[in-house]
């Protein structure tokens, strides 16, 4: 998964930059976890669900997708261009892609739906920003109450958005503290560590109460320009020069 | 005009919603519930007992109900969202959007207590722009039954189809005029009274007032518009260019609603038509009896006569 995170990493890159922009640092801090969801060979994917919650993170769902088979790699230039397959927010429309998302906050609800009644594993993804919404809670204490330990919720916390940091937005506290509040089993990780990340999932496959892994990411992981600085939220026309600058910094992995 | 056939008791649609689901439970094990806390309002009390596992509260939040519900239906679920209209789909719009219309998934959201029609309870819970929101939401079917008999009849045609709709129901028990050998047809109005003189256009009970007016002077064509979206324009045009006469009435906002949807319908297609619309003006409702705020809001028996009346005197 190590050489996996540079090659998709420098495709992600390529995507933002052709395509002329995306989300990129949620995109560069979510991508090693959806890399071990996917390739980790821990979920059975014909039968098992990833739902993305946070549909902005679509430039780094569709570079993994891409990797996967779902649809040729000269594809992701196109992304979010008229009449691509690869629309700016997620769709359904595109292959691999289980729920189409865009409005922050249901994506819990929806694996929820997806848990009741259901053996296999749900795998969704959320952000640490999606939290200021009030439905994904409405959905935390929903899981407990039904017993979902088929249920995964990973929540990428890179402590940035769109206006700032997301202590400064909206302090959101001890967020691991409040999910085993509110009944779920909880484990802490490194987001870019995937050793921990596959560990803490393997064990999430083996709960009887809904899991929730605390993920501790980078925003604009690995670029140095954009590390932990909330303008690169979502950019447009990326320059050459930066460009060239991330291929340097992503070619050092 | 006087009603076809002798009073009869009066009885409610929320309870036929209750029976009718409950009976189609027992034959088809897709059917679920998905519960906004609201249940014993919805007659779902026995569902709920028998249907233990089929029936899944989430309590009083509507847009993880939602959530929940597409979910589900994804899992080749029928699902059914139960709340009352004022909740859903007003405070869950954005996540019937997304997660129950763009995700194609089979929910049928039941919007209780609709209307002016929900009396004493006051404006917080008097849903007046349901229509509105729910006939814009692209790939959404908009229903609101007659009576207890269609909401029988809608309840089980929705349950054997696969598409996501909002079906709106009235708080008081009402009289039946529906017949109940009559099957409903998704996209398909229905006769209540043919007529030549003017067509006037609703759904739901205060549709049925209509039938009791003493008019002698004019035949009304009564037609039930209770397939809101898909609308029946084939029909309603047919019953346009006869008459050339249109009054449409409804519990509802009058932007939004049915009357704007048929005067679309008149403006695209060149029909002539005098056109009268009743319906509540841009305000919100308040507490009384559904009598008395119909007559607040210009929509009782007398309202719709003089409007009748104004219609037709007018040269055409």
Known sequence: MQSLRKELRLDLLDLIYHSGGGHLGGSFSSLDLMIAVCFGEIFNLK?????????????????????????????LSSYASFGSILQGHISTETPGVNYSSGLLGQGLSFSAGLAIGSSNHIICLTTDGEHQEGQVWEAAQFAAKYHLGNLINIVDVNRYQIGGST????????????????????TEVDGHNFGKITSALKKATHSNYPNCIIAHTVFGSGLSFAKNNHKYHDVKNLSEDLYLCAQRDLNKL | MRPTRPKQTLTSMRQSFGDTLYQLAKVDPRIYVVDAGLYPSLFLEKFKQDFAKRFIEAGVAESNATGVAAGLAKNGKVVFLTSFACFSPALN??????????????????????????GDLGATHQMLEDIALTRTMPGLHVFAPLDAVETKKIVTTVSQSHLPCYIRLSR?????????????????????????????????????????????????EIINCS??????????????????????????????????????????????????????????????????????????????????????????
């Open chain 1, 47 to 75: 039968l098992d669900k990833f739902i993305l919650s946070a549909g902005h993170l679509a430039p780094a769902l569709y570079v993994v997708l891409a990797h996967a088979g779902y649809f040729p790699k000269e594809y």
């Open chain 1, 167 to 186: 202590d400064e937005i909206m302090p959101q506290g001890d967020l691991a503290a409040k999910y085993v509040r509110f009944g779920w089993t909880v």
């Open chain 2, 93 to 118: 719009w954005g996540v019937i959007k997304q997660s129950i219309c763009m995700n194609h998934a089979n929910v049928k959201i039941i919007g209780s207590h609709a209307g002016l029609a929900s």
């Open chain 2, 172 to 220: 008081p028990s009402s009289e039946n005029y529906y017949d109940s050998k009559k099957s409903f047809t998704i996209g398909k109005s229905y006769l209540l009274h043919a007529g030549k003189d003017i067509t006037i256009l609703g759904y739901g009970p205060l549709l049925t007032s209509v039938l009791s007016l003493d008019i002698r002077n004019w035949k009304l």
């Open chain 2, 227 to 316: 397939s809101l979206k898909p609308l029946d324009e084939e029909t309603i045009l047919k019953s346009l260019k006869k008459t050339g006469h249109c009054l449409v009435i409804e519990d509802h906002q009058k932007i939004g609603g049915l009357g704007e949807a048929v005067s679309h319908l008149i403006a695209t297609s060149g029909v002539k038509v005098k056109f009268a619309h009743l319906a509540v003006d841009n305000s919100f409702g308040q507490s009384g009896t559904p009598e008395l705020l119909y007559q607040h809001y210009g929509l009782s028996p007398s309202d719709i006569e003089k409007s009748i009346n104004n219609l037709l005197s007018q040269k055409s």
